[in-house]
Nanobody
Framework: QVQPAESGGGLVQAGGSLRLSCAPS????????MGWYRQAPGKQRELVAS???????NYGGSVKGRFTISRDNAKNTVYLQMNSLKPEDTAVYYC??????????WGQGTQVTVSS
């Protein structure tokens, strides 16, 4: 019913910027939380940033101060502005959609690669 679709990944040099978008498609639904997770090879999936429908925002410690999450409720879209990118940010980035009644859904992921 809910199919998150990420876009905006790619290859960028260290210190550069990238903007990810996630626009879930499907039937009408109520979303409580939207966010971004990432997973590097051999590592567990970790929180990057999340935003509730009420405006509360959480960031993973490794990205705080560099990344900014924003949410457009009218378009039901979540964005991740990534600045000052580092090689250790290289990972597959997944969009997360959570509704307390709807359930939890993941996007297919988009690759972000940061070169030295």
């Amino acid at each position: 019913q809910v199919q998150p679709a990420e876009s905006g990944g790619g290859l960028v040099q260290a210190g550069g910027s990238l903007r990810l978008s996630c626009a879930p498609s499907g039937s009408m639904f109520t979303i409580d939380d939207m966010g971004w997770y990432r997973q590097a090879p051999g590592k567990q999936r970790e929180l990057v940033a999340s935003a509730t429908s009420g405006g509360s925002i959480n960031y993973g410690g490794s990205v705080k101060g560099r990344f900014t999450i924003s949410r457009d409720n009218a378009k039901n879209t979540v964005y991740l502005q990534m600045n000052s990118l580092k090689p250790e940010d290289t990972a597959v980035y997944y969009c997360s959609v959570l509704g307390v009644r709807l359930g939890h859904y993941w996007g297919q992921g988009t690759q972000v690669t940061v070169s030295s």
